[in-house]
């Protein structure tokens, strides 16, 4: 069993993945990898190439429906602060597998 790595998109402040990764949570940002201006798709198929889940709070909904991939956290953009989304997330990682996130969404 392994652990959950996260993936920020670019609609996700950076600030979200380098809070988790202080919390000793395996966490990078699109920014990390140089894939800032990436499309949706595009940033989907990088995550699940990489055995990622990606943190959005864009609607990857419909691609989750027709897509292979290691699993989406989904958060409305306006729903917490950076912390507060850090400390969901850190849950998140603390109780699941990354296996369980396979083609599955979390609503945050």
């Known amino acids: 069993m392994a652990d959950i790595v996260f ?5 996700v402040s950076v600030a979200v993945s380098e809070g988790l990764k202080r919390r000793g ?3 990078i940002s699109a920014r990390d ?3 800032l201006g990436l499309s949706d798709e595009e940033q989907l198929a990088h995550a699940s190439k990489n055995n990622l889940v990606i943190v959005t709070h864009d609607d990857f909904l419909s ?4 897509f292979e ?3 989406i956290a989904y958060v409305h953009q306006e729903k917490y602060k950076v912390g507060d989304l850090i400390r969901k997330l850190k849950l998140l990682w603390e109780t ?3 296996e369980n996130m ?3 969404v979390e609503f945050l």
Not at 63 to 66: P, R
């Open 63 to 66: 691609m989750a429906m027709e």
């Open 25 to 27: 949570v395996k966490a």
């Open 69 to 71: 991939h290691s699993g």
């Open 96 to 98: 699941t597998q990354s």
């Open 33 to 35: 990898v140089g894939n």
């Open 7 to 11: 993936y920020t998109n670019e609609s």
């Open 102 to 104: 396979i083609n599955h």
